[in-house]
């Protein structure tokens, strides 16, 4: 089954700590794998593409195959960065599958 | 990227009723897709819409309770049929563009619907 999973509801984190907010997928295929963002009263935006392998606001994500995770991770968290994030996967014709999100919260 | 806007951004309704849903883009898309996020939960995709033929359905949504139109390559409309509780959601309009980065989902901004 394809499936997405992000354990933690709620991620606290004070200003200047790592952050790592966890994504582990389930796909028989090739995966395709996001990171999406929606920060308070704003909608939900792409944060970033595993296929990019780029680094968006300090944030980073690798794709590990063999424990199947896209955890996301970011060295110095900023209060600006509270939101709630979601790791999507991508089946066939362009359908993703979300996880059900972490909502990080940096604290000052 | 691709500039969404949904009408209504909100709305509470009666049980029984029905609420049409509209998602206008400002650029041609070819794919354009309807979530919902129920209160506390991810989302889920409904159906694709289609441009010229009929929406394509996710397991678990049928076109009775939730008929949708594609007329052109920037318009949509998901109607929320016979409504209950149950259906109170946060509806997403979604799009891939056909240029820039055709990879990637643009979100509207969603219409929050509560069901009495």
């Known amino acids: 089954a394809q499936r997405v999973t992000q354990p933690e509801k709620l991620l606290s984190v004070f200003k200047g700590a790592p952050v790592e907010l966890k994504c582990n997928y389930s796909?028989?295929?090739?995966?395709?794998l996001f990171w999406y963002v929606q920060y308070s009263r704003q909608r939900l935006q792409l944060l970033l593409r595993?296929?990019s392998r780029e680094s968006i606001k300090g944030f980073t994500a690798d794709l590990n195959k063999g424990e199947t995770s896209f955890h996301l991770k970011k060295p110095f968290a900023q209060e600006e960065d509270s939101a709630m994030y979601y790791c999507a996967l991508k089946r066939n014709t362009d359908k993703l599958i979300f996880g059900t999100g972490t909502r990080l919260q940096v604290f000052p | 990227s691709a500039v969404i806007s949904q009408k209504p951004s909100r709305d509470i309704c009666q049980r029984g009723t029905s609420l049409t849903i509209q998602c206008q883009v400002d650029s041609q898309v070819t794919m354009m897709f309807w979530y919902r996020q129920q209160p506390g939960q991810s989302l889920t995709l409904i159906a694709t819409a289609n441009q010229g033929s009929e929406a394509t359905y996710e397991s678990g949504f049928v076109i009775d309770k939730f008929p949708i139109s594609r007329p052109n390559l920037t318009f949509s409309t998901l109607t929320v049929s016979n409504m209950s509780p149950e259906d109170s959601s946060i509806y997403l309009c979604?799009?891939?563009?056909?240029?820039?980065?055709?990879?990637?989902?643009?979100f509207g901004p969603g219409t929050r619907l509560t069901v009495l």
């Open positions: 796909y028989s295929g090739s995966p395709e």
């Open positions: 595993h296929i």
């Open positions: 979604s799009v891939n563009p056909t240029s820039g980065r055709p990879d990637t989902q643009y």
